[in-house]
């Protein structure tokens, strides 16, 4: 008899632990309301495609009316995500490297004076990796791109406000030979 109700008490048990499958819920959408700071952050430059130099064309890498031409990744505040607005300036970068299976690059990372020296090291290296990263899935060779991170050390802007901080928050694209 005990047995006969000891059987019963565990399939209880059990079928009271077994369950349907829920629905998982959609994810929802937060906006990020934090106070930005007040100084607008550098825009991304508009210019020609990428093209490759020819014999008698103009280094594509050295003309101002080429994408090519600009360098710099802006980052926001303790951020190592590529903003939209430059990411035609990388795809631009990772097609030339695409195109030119010789032609390589450093890609510094940088970040304004907050922050210890060792967090703003491992930032500067998060940035320059996010934009290596970007590249090499838009084609780019790995083995064509290098990061290093300069922390706070290669400054652009040395006063302590928010216009200089949003102007060393950086990765800057140094090709080999420049």
Known sequence: MKRIALSTLLIAVLAACSSTPMKEAAPVKVEDK??????????????????????????????????LSKRSVYFDLDEYVVRDE?????????????????AHMTVQGNTDER??????????????????????????????IETVSFGEEKAK?????????????????VYQGD
């Open 86 to 102: 430059f990411k035609p300036m990388v795809q631009a970068h990772a097609r030339y490297l695409t195109q030119n299976a010789s």
């Open 34 to 67: 934090s106070p930005k700071a007040a100084a607008p952050a550098p825009t991304a430059p508009q210019a020609a495609p990428a093209t490759q130099a020819s014999a008698g064309e103009t280094n594509p890498l050295k003309d101002p009316k080429n994408i």
């Open 157 to 173: 802007c040395t006063q302590s406000e928010e216009f200089c901080w949003s102007q060393n928050r950086r990765a800057d694209i």
């Open 115 to 144: 922050g210890s020296r060792e967090y703003n090291l491992a930032l500067g290296q998060r940035r320059a990796d996010a934009v290596k990263k970007a590249m090499t899935i838009l084609g780019a060779g790995d083995k064509q």
